[in-house]
């Protein structure tokens, strides 16, 4: 059974930082990707940034410069750290883990990140 446990979520004013964490209850090896969406009020749930099991990463335009994915093997948790945050970035956060074989996808229960002053 694959849990992933999202945490760092809160209120920050524009141009702060958070740092968000996925802790999964596997070894995220075992995934080829992980990642991080979001879905704010009203609209779709969209990516933000992905890694897969060699670190390589991709990003949504939007972030790009701002956020970093990243990931702990040995602690079996990704992060999102979040610079410069802005009121459009408010949304709850979800991380995403997914397997080729058989194609399974994971989702956390979602950490919120409001920006405002």
């Known amino acids: 059974q694959v849990q992933l446990v999202e945490s760092g979520g809160g209120l920050v004013q524009p141009g702060g930082s958070l740092r968000l964490s996925c802790a999964a209850s596997v070894s995220i090896a075992s995934f080829a990707s992980m990642g991080w969406y979001r879905q704010a009020p009203g609209k779709q749930r969209d990516l933000v940034a992905l890694?897969?099991?060699?670190?390589?990463?991709n990003y949504a335009n939007s972030v790009k410069g701002r956020f970093t994915i990243s990931r702990d093997n040995a602690k079996n948790t990704i992060y999102l750290q979040m610079n410069s945050l802005k009121p459009e970035d408010t949304a709850v956060y979800y991380c995403?883990?997914?397997?080729?074989?058989?194609?399974?996808?994971?989702w956390g229960q979602g950490t919120q990140v409001t920006v405002s002053s």
């Open positions: 995403n883990a997914y397997r080729n074989f058989p194609p399974s996808a994971y």
């Open positions: 890694i897969d099991r060699t670190s390589s990463t």
